[in-house]
C-alpha cells in the first residue's frame, strides 16, 4: 500500500556519494562496487558525478556499506565523500522503497570483510538551537565507541574497523535527530587502503 507523508515528515533517508579510486582501472572499481551490492532495498541512481541512494535509513547503511567495502577489497586507495539526509522539507511522497522489511540483503555477505578507514564526519542538526549540544554528544558517542581518532576544524576524526566506524555514524544520524528537529544533514569523507596508514591496520 502506497504510504503518504506530509511536507517535511518523510523518514526517507537519502545519500549522495562518490567513490575515487586512485587506480588506473577507476572504473571498473566504481561500477563494479555498485553492481556487486545488492541495491534491491533501495532507489539508486549514478551519473558522471556522484550517486543517489533513497530508502530506509537501515537500507541505505546496509547497501553504502557493502558498495564501500566492495570498492575497498580491490585493494585500491579508495576515497569514499557522502552526505547523509534526513527529514528535508522538500523531501516526500513517491518513496515506495519505505515498503521494504527489515532484512538486510548486505551485512551477511560483507559482514566478515576486514578493513581499517581513517574518516573525518559533520553533523549538522538543521534549525536546532542548540546544535553545539547535539554534536558534542556524538564526538562523546565516537568515543565511547572506540572510533574516536581526533578532534579538527569543522569535523571529527574517526578511526578503525570500518564496520565499527559505519555502526557508528548509523548510531549518531540516528541520535543527532528528533522528533523535534527532524532535519539532520551529516557529512562523512573516508579514505581507505591509503599509504599514509602504514602500521594502523
Ligand atoms: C559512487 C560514484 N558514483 C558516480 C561516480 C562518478 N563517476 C566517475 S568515473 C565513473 C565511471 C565511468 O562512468 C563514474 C560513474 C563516482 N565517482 N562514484
Not at 64 to 88: D, E, M, P, Q, W
Not at 92 to 103: N, P, Q, R
Amino acid at each position: 500500500m502506497e504510504q503518504v507523508f506530509s511536507c517535511g515528515t518523510s523518514p526517507i533517508v537519502g545519500l549522495r556519494f562518490s567513490l575515487h579510486p586512485m587506480a588506473d582501472n577507476f572504473i571498473e572499481i566504481i561500477k563494479g562496487a555498485l553492481r556487486e551490492a545488492d541495491t534491491s532495498n533501495v532507489w539508486m541512481h549514478t551519473d558522471d558525478v556522484s550517486t543517489v541512494m533513497r530508502g530506509k535509513q537501515i537500507h541505505v547503511f546496509d547497501t553504502v556499506r557493502a558498495i564501500v567495502l566492495y570498492a575497498a577489497k580491490t585493494g585500491a586507495h579508495v576515497a569514499f565523500n557522502g552526505t547523509f539526509s534526513i527529514g528535508c522539507p522538500g523531501d516526500s511522497a513517491g518513496d515506495v522503497f519505505l515498503e521494504k522489511d527489515d532484512i538486510l540483503l548486505n551485512e551477511p555477505q560483507i559482514r566478515e570483510i576486514k578493513q581499517y578507514v581513517s574518516s573525518q564526519f559533520a553533523l549538522y542538526p538543521m534549525n536546532n538551537p542548540d546544535y553545539m549540544s547535539v554534536i558534542y554528544t556524538e564526538v562523546a558517542r565516537a568515543k565511547e565507541h572506540g572510533v574516536f581518532n581526533e578532534s579538527m576544524h569543522y569535523a571529527s576524526g574517526l578511526h578503525g574497523d570500518i564496520h565499527q566506524v559505519f555502526t557508528f555514524l548509523e548510531e549518531s544520524f540516528t541520535h543527532a535527530r528528533s522528533d523535534q528537529y527532524k532535519h539532520l544533514v551529516m557529512t562523512v569523507n573516508m579514505s581507505i587502503n591509503s599509504p599514509s596508514h602504514k602500521g594502523d591496520a
